[in-house]
């Protein structure tokens, strides 16, 4: 049975969603650490609806397990930041997902990294012990805000506020008893509507409120699809070389969310070195100083991944200019680069 909360938690409380939205964050709830309870189910759900995908979230299982790690944490502080007010450089856009673009977790240039850090300073000030993972999360994020009354998530599995789905979660495990729940306002999907599914291309979304991640163009091209010549959903990844974006776009209650006025620290500059042709002519130096820091689901090592998504979206969306790229790529130093401009070459009749 929950403890009772004194006035001077429920205070620190207040306090604390203060800071969080003083320092930018959209929404700030606290919630007991008890009110995680229905996530495991929930989770579970997920891998009994799509079998295949139990090894997926095999290693998740620690947001689950939070409390064998973190016996003294009481309470969750769950907080909201929008990304939709960043400008998307029209090169990019369509190619790599543009939560990967203006991700602020570990970039500390970022007013967002900035605002994570000076509120976990603060609520130390405040006494309070605190634990998080910005790269990965410590706790099932989504049940969490969903708990704290922050929003709502929709049938494409996104989590969703006034803002819509542009929006990143971040969450803080505190050893003081407090809780602050709001009550979202939002509508719900519109009826029987299938947009996200249609959208899909792989139909990682088969029905509403599922999905099987192993087909999810995102999954495939950051930690899976390590062998794109024999994955057979790679012809559908279409324009996308990192990341994904479809299910969002195509939700009507993601119309005109995206305000994209602000850049994104570091963005424009980057912008040139992430075209196709010179993704394919990157050299490994540059991509380990400036390329993976920021796209970290990708290891120092990975640089062949890029240059093979590239080229199967040259395949996907092949034009004559793409051949002697793809042809050059056959030299590659990396033996999957060359495996895929090889197949592809061939397939189009392009000759070294």
Same mark, same amino acid.
């Given at each position: 049975?929950?403890?009772?909360?004194?006035?001077?938690? %429920?205070? *620190?409380?207040?306090?604390?969603?203060?800071?969080?939205? #003083?320092?930018?964050?959209?929404?700030?709830?606290?919630?007991?650490?008890?009110?995680?309870?229905? &996530?495991?189910?929930?989770?579970?759900?997920?891998?009994?609806?799509?079998?295949?995908?139990?090894?997926?979230?095999? =290693?998740?299982?620690?947001?689950?397990?939070?409390?064998?790690?973190?016996?003294?944490?009481?309470?969750?502080?769950?907080?909201?930041?929008? &990304?939709?007010?960043?400008?998307?450089?029209?090169?990019?856009?369509?190619?790599?997902?543009?939560?990967?673009?203006? #991700?602020?977790?570990?970039?500390?240039?970022?007013?967002?990294?900035?605002?994570?850090?000076?509120?976990?300073?603060?609520?130390?000030?405040?006494?309070?012990?605190?634990?998080? %993972?910005?790269?990965?999360?410590?706790?099932?994020?989504?049940?969490?805000?969903?708990?704290?009354?922050?929003?709502?998530?929709?049938?494409? =599995?996104?989590? &969703?506020?006034?803002?819509?789905?542009?929006?990143?979660?971040?969450?803080?495990?505190?050893?003081?008893?407090?809780?602050?729940?709001?009550?979202?306002?939002?509508?719900?999907?519109?009826? %029987?509507?299938?947009?996200?599914?249609?959208?899909?291309?792989?139909?990682?979304?088969?029905?509403?409120?599922?999905?099987?991640?192993?087909?999810?163009?995102?999954?495939?091209?950051?930690?899976?699809?390590?062998?794109?010549? =024999?994955?057979?959903?790679?012809?559908?990844?279409? @324009?996308?070389?990192?990341?994904?974006? +479809?299910?969002? @776009?195509?939700?009507? +209650?993601?119309?005109?969310?995206?305000?994209?006025?602000?850049?994104?620290?570091?963005?424009?500059?980057?912008?040139?070195?992430?075209?196709?042709?010179?993704?394919?002519?990157?050299?490994? @130096?540059?991509?380990?100083?400036?390329?993976?820091?920021?796209?970290? &689901?990708?290891?120092? #090592?990975?640089?062949?991944?890029?240059?093979?998504?590239?080229?199967?979206? +040259?395949?996907?969306?092949?034009? #004559?200019?793409?051949?002697?790229? *793809?042809?050059?790529?056959?030299?590659? =130093?990396?033996?999957?680069?060359?495996?895929?401009?090889?197949?592809?070459?061939?397939?189009?009749?392009?000759?070294?």
């Amino acid at each position: 049975m929950m403890s009772k909360k004194s006035d001077s938690d %429920n205070s *620190i409380a207040k306090l604390i969603q203060q800071k969080a939205l #003083d320092l930018g964050y959209e929404k700030c709830g606290i919630i007991p650490v008890e009110m995680m309870a229905g &996530y495991e189910e929930k989770f579970h759900e997920r891998t009994q609806k799509v079998p295949e995908s139990q090894p997926f979230y095999q =290693n998740q299982q620690r947001l689950i397990r939070f409390q064998e790690d973190f016996d003294w944490a009481k309470s969750i502080v769950v907080l909201v930041k929008r &990304y939709s007010k960043y400008h998307i450089p029209e090169s990019l856009r369509g190619h790599i997902a543009k939560h990967y673009l203006t #991700d602020s977790r570990i970039n500390e240039n970022t007013k967002e990294f900035q605002s994570s850090t000076a509120l976990e300073q603060y609520m130390k000030e405040l006494g309070l012990r605190t634990e998080t %993972n910005r790269k990965f999360g410590i706790v099932g994020v989504r049940w969490a805000a969903l708990q704290a009354g922050l929003g709502m998530i929709r049938r494409n =599995n996104f989590f &969703y506020t006034e803002s819509g789905s542009y929006i990143s979660l971040e969450a803080f495990l505190t050893d003081c008893e407090m809780e602050l729940i709001e009550k979202p306002n939002l509508p719900p999907c519109p009826p %029987n509507c299938n947009r996200c599914m249609k959208a899909c291309s792989t139909a990682s979304l088969s029905d509403a409120y599922t999905m099987n991640p192993l087909r999810c163009i995102s999954f495939l091209t950051t930690f899976g699809g390590r062998d794109l010549p =024999n994955e057979p959903l790679a012809s559908d990844f279409g @324009d996308w070389i990192y990341g994904c974006d +479809m299910c969002q @776009d195509a939700c009507p +209650m993601n119309h005109n969310k995206w305000t994209g006025q602000n850049e994104f620290p570091g963005l424009s500059e980057l912008e040139p070195y992430l075209t196709m042709e010179n993704i394919l002519e990157m050299d490994e @130096d540059f991509y380990r100083q400036n390329i993976q820091p920021k796209f970290f &689901y990708l290891s120092p #090592d990975e640089l062949w991944k890029w240059q093979v998504n590239v080229l199967n979206f +040259m395949d996907n969306r092949y034009e #004559d200019h793409f051949a002697p790229a *793809i042809i050059k790529a056959q030299k590659s =130093n990396y033996e999957q680069v060359r495996k895929m401009a090889g197949l592809i070459s061939t397939k189009h009749g392009l000759h070294t």
